[in-house]
């Protein structure tokens, strides 16, 4: 089994609505992702999935983020913009990608707020 990470990065602003503390003003954050990939089968060049092209779809899921106010998106319309529900957003938005199929699958995701702080995402 193999299993590889390709790490990204955007910077987005938000609040936790009803968070008791500091977290429920408007604040910013320069968050780092991880997204994890895990599979048996490479391909004919010894490569389970390119990093280049892992990267570029992971990049194309957080251009949607960057330089936004996540709490005005409409996927957080009705759920606080946490780093939980951000990496599971990204999740499920990477996890479409055409590179992934029946032997190569999006592990998890790992989201940082802060270099010692993040949330790890994988379906049950």
């Given at each position: 089994m193999f299993e590889l990470t390709v790490k990204s990065e955007f910077e987005a602003a938000h609040r936790i609505e009803n968070y008791?503390?500091?977290c429920v003003r408007?604040?910013?954050?320069?968050?780092i992702?991880?997204?994890?990939?895990?599979?048996e089968k490479l391909n004919e060049l010894g490569i389970l999935v390119d990093?280049?092209?892992?990267?570029?779809?992971l990049n194309n899921v957080l251009d949607e983020l960057d330089h936004q106010y996540l709490n005005e998106?409409?996927?957080?319309?009705n759920q606080n913009p946490t780093a939980e529900n951000i990496a599971k957003e990204i999740f499920d938005n990477l996890a479409t990608a055409e590179?992934?199929?029946d032997t190569t699958?999006?592990?998890a995701v790992k989201v940082y707020?802060?270099?010692?702080?993040c949330v790890m995402y994988f379906p049950s």
């Open positions: 008791p503390g500091k408007l604040h910013g954050h320069n968050w992702v991880e997204a994890i990939v895990q599979g990093f280049k092209v892992l990267k570029g779809e998106l409409e996927i957080f319309a590179i992934f199929n699958k999006l592990k707020e802060s270099p010692k702080s």
